[in-house]
């Protein structure tokens, strides 16, 4: 007789086995209609589960994000059936839920189209409207493998044969259509709804690897209702236009060339922007008390041995060997450099915390598919800092760090911020007792800053657990730019010590810190969030002075030259065009201020300025006009 223990702590009492649909039924008949999946003790199961013994339950709605990952993963099932009724022969491989959606890889000789897209969504359509009813059989592992491969199902069979022996090999059936699967799933097609899209196709390799077979990947994604997904389709829609790689073309402020992939070539612009930024976080660590640094980024393999890095990221990393048989690594991180230099010098425990920042360029290797305008790239400059402390003062630092984000996030815009913790990776360096003391003291100083935070199990770096910040744009996308690392490790493996009070050495401890993570994806973040319409005072070109005809060209020169003195950009438009043509060259540009000169402007000093996105003009005297956006030219935190 099973006892269920349901989240309010309250019991039900069944006088024999009892399933999840049963249970859902025996608390409400409106909850086991709305019901998708259940948690037994914390592992999903179907709501046909059979529960035989006392156990915590869960039951899951659409309004969850269990059940509404159920219904994705339901979905990419229906889109798999779908495509083997309208293309016989097509293999199936694998068809994960992602973030928002799902999507499937197809091995198939022809490419599918978007007319192909448009008849599977229609297919998938037919099949929630049958209704098919879903089961779960557990296979024989022998059995399995060979059916699959008699169905022509080689991807499949291949599957099963990397499950390791005495794992369930488990199968869902939907109607007649069965696929390899651990759930779990809907009692039956019908349950999903008709609220999807199949968004996009592209090329994946079979297991994610560049020497395997290239596949067909089919995007979709899923929702509850069909006000959730017009939501989502419009954000996608909104994300396109703001797609930094299309609006960096047309503000002029950067490309990318195949000599050099992943590389960023940066326009006038662009750099301007890129320095303003740095500029401002200089001025920021300053105050914080950090003293900037600037390390080789060519360093000896021994260094890289010695660090760790060699072995644990070795294939990331771009190497050279030199005439005299010497091999070197291009730093795909800037910590032992770091190291370096805090070696130099005896250090005390007075001396702690010591914080050394770097806006350090670094390399590494990602693969070519991988590239995703400056979101992913292979060069790419950190504003990297290491504050080197003892074990007491750990929580205080990470505080004033997180403090320290949050003012500087707060400064561009985005307050909407969450933690992220990830503890140790399988792959790793160190002790299991120095892991400990690190991820306690890193938890801890998460504790207390009181934000939203998750856990990511084994998603730490490789020499010391990470509290990662999650940044929310303007169209709801979420985005993890700043890292905080505790390291007990690299500073020993380098030989880092400082005096102790009682005269002995002892190694610091390292804390790993970027606030924007790297500068190339922190700007394209921004350029997304605000669609190229910057903040006045880190737009690379603020403003754009035009004068009506070349009679008033020297005042505009005049004009342009006092905004430059007052710490403003400025460029004055002196080409063969219309006012029209170079209003509209200016504003597809995002320029914030156009200002207009002509008879008027000169016999009163002053502009006409045109705001963009703004039909609207306004005369100012040119001493206000100084006075007024050279106040607006600083964050608000300055």
Known sequence: MPIITLPDGNNLNFPKKVTGLEVAEKISKSLAKQAMVISVDGILKDLDFVIEKDCSVKIFTSKNLEGL????????????????????????????????????????????????????????????????????????????????????????AELIESIPKGEEVSIYFHGEWH???????????????????????????????SNNEMLQRIYGTSWASQKDLDIHLERIEEAAKRDHRKLGKEMDLFHFREESPGSVFWHEKGWALFQKLINYMRMKQDIAGYKEINTPEVLDRSLWEKSGHWEKFGANMYTSKTPDEKIFAIKPMNCPGCVEVFN??????????????????????????????????????????????????????????????????????????????SDRPDLRVGDDIVWDKSEAALLEAVKATNLEYTINKGEGAFYGPKIEFVLRDAIGRDWQCGTLQVDFNLPGRLGASYVDKDGAKKVPVMLHRALFGSLERFIGILIENYAGKFPFWISPLQTVVIPITEDFNDYAIKVSDQIKQAGISSIVDLKNQNLNYKIRDHSLAKVPLLLICGKKEVDSNSVTIRRLDSNKQENMDLKTFLKTFSALNKASSI
């Open 69 to 156: 990952e159920t219904i994705r993963h339901d979905t990419a099932h229906i889109l798999a059936m779908a495509v083997q009724e309208l293309f016989p022969g097509t293999q199936v491989t694998i068809g994960p839920v992602i973030e928002n959606g799902f999507y499937y890889d197809f091995a198939r000789k022809e490419p599918f189209t978007e007319d192909d897209l448009k008849k599977i969504e229609e297919k998938m359509r037919e099949i929630v409207d049958r209704d098919e009813k879903t089961k779960r059989e557990v296979w024989d592992r022998d059995k399995a493998i060979e059916h699959f491969k008699k169905k022509g199902e080689f991807y499949k």
């Open 179 to 209: 696929d390899l699967c651990r759930g779990p799933h809907l009692s039956s097609t019908g349950k999903i709804g008709k609220f999807f899209k199949l968004t996009k196709v592209s090329g994946a390799y079979w297991r994610g690897d």
């Open 344 to 421: 130099q010098g005896l250090k005390s425990y007075k001396d702690l915390p010591l914080k050394m920042s770097e806006f350090g360029k670094v390399h590494r290797y990602e693969p070519s598919g991988a590239l995703h305008g400056l979101l992913r790239v292979r060069a790419f400059t950190q504003d990297d800092a290491h504050i080197f402390c003892t074990e007491d003062q750990i929580t205080e630092e990470c505080l004033i760090v997180t403090n320290l984000i949050l003012e500087i996030y707060k400064d561009l815009g985005f307050e909407n911020v969450i933690l992220k913790y």
